[in-house]
């Protein structure tokens, strides 16, 4: 959040930043989330003896960078690329991205309310950040569940009720899938036409609100069941409604059938 961030990053942060400037030394960068000025040195580009810096970095790009010295009375902050690892860098841009669409939700609600940032902040983002640690992961549960989440929280009722709105029309929900083959025989004359029922049924039954089941012919007589939805707990336990309730249809019919978990 823009509004309550530190002023300065301490030693060891990761943060992001725009390439403003480059020398024969390293580069001149602006630290989105603090609006200070930082350098990233050339021998903390890369690991290796770097003969020309451009190779990695170029004005105007976003990089993720680990602060090494913060010297505030001096304004120096000193900066690391080579120090950051992939997984570091793809959770930091990942985190800063929501940080950035939760502020934008905020500033939306105030809007819509017709109250200042500084209002809604106070009557609902302090709240939300003190709860759950991140504004964005307080707005995709309200998203998720509804205004009740903020109001026990103490958030005014037309504040909860807006961020509702604005959560469920502007956060996708992540889903989670799992999935297994399903094998399925039914000597029958019509033994087709009662596999089709019995997958259909299976289908209709491991359905429910948020969970989304999909049943399709891989080759007779398999048949993958993969399940959708926003917790594993959801996902599993509609995949073994689903599975049990054809198991159990096949066999009523004199068929046989038999179920193989997939990871």
């Known amino acids: ?13 990761l943060v992001v930043a725009t390439v403003v400037g480059i020398t024969d030394y390293g580069a001149y960068v602006r630290l ?17 003896w770097v ?13 993720v960078l680990k602060v090494l010295r913060v010297n505030a009375e001096k304004g120096h902050v000193d900066l690391s690329l080579r120090r950051v690892t992939k997984r570091e860098k793809k959770e930091k841009i990942l ?25 809604i902040y106070e009557k609902a983002g302090a709240l939300i950040e003190k709860e759950f640690g991140e504004l964005h992961e307080g707005l995709e549960k309200t998203a998720k569940e ?51 029922e019995t997958l259909l049924k299976a289908q ?24 959708s939805a926003e917790d594993y707990k959801s996902a599993e336990n509609a995949l073994e409604k689903a599975t049990k309730t054809a198991l159990k249809n096949i066999a009523k019919i004199g068929g046989k059938g038999a179920f193989k978990r997939e990871k």
């Open 146 to 196: 509804g205004a009740g989440v903020l109001l026990k929280l103490g958030v005014p009722n037309d504040i909860a009720v807006t961020l509702e709105e604005i959560a469920k029309e502007r956060i996708k929900i992540p889903l989670v899938k799992v999935k297994g083959i399903l094998e399925l025989q039914c000597t029958k004359p019509n033994g087709a036409v009662l596999i089709k």
């Open 95 to 119: 985190s800063w991205k929501q940080d950035r669409k939760a502020d934008t939700l905020l500033r939306s609600a105030s809007e819509k309310l017709n109250i200042s940032f500084e209002e």
């Open 32 to 48: 989105d989330e603090y609006d200070k000025e930082g350098l990233l040195h050339i021998s903390e580009v890369a690991s290796r």
């Open 204 to 227: 209709e039954i491991g359905e429910s609100r948020g969970t989304n089941v999909r049943i399709y012919v891989v080759a007779p007589p398999k048949y993958r069941v993969e399940v």
């Open 1 to 13: 959040m823009e509004f309550k961030k530190r002023e300065w990053p301490d030693v060891g942060d």
């Open 51 to 63: 003969r020309n810096i451009r190779v990695f970095v170029r004005e105007g790009q976003k990089v």
